[in-house]
Structure formats: structure tokens, C-alpha cells
């Protein structure tokens, strides 16, 4: 049978949205937060205390 794997995915702390994993992150998925660096320049909501 020739089925392919599924990805790993995350979910990205910043907007909340699901993202697969990508052949740029295959070195440090471990590593991957965010789905982005736009997301990543981003920090999460984080409530001040
Ligand atoms: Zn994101």
C-alpha cells in the first residue's frame, strides 16, 4: 500500500492556527513554534501580571 504518511503538525501559540510541518523545518521541527516568522517575531498573548 502506498499511502503517504501525515505530516506532524503544531499549533501555533500566536494566532491559534494548526500548521503542517515543512521541508525548511525538517532540521529543528523540534525547535518550531510558530507558524511563521511573522508569527514568531510575534509574542504570544501573554497576560501581564
Ligand atoms: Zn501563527
Known sequence: MHRKASLPSKVCPVCNRPFAW????AKDWDAVKYCSERCRRQRPAVTAT
Open 22 to 25: 515543512r521541508k525548511k523545518w
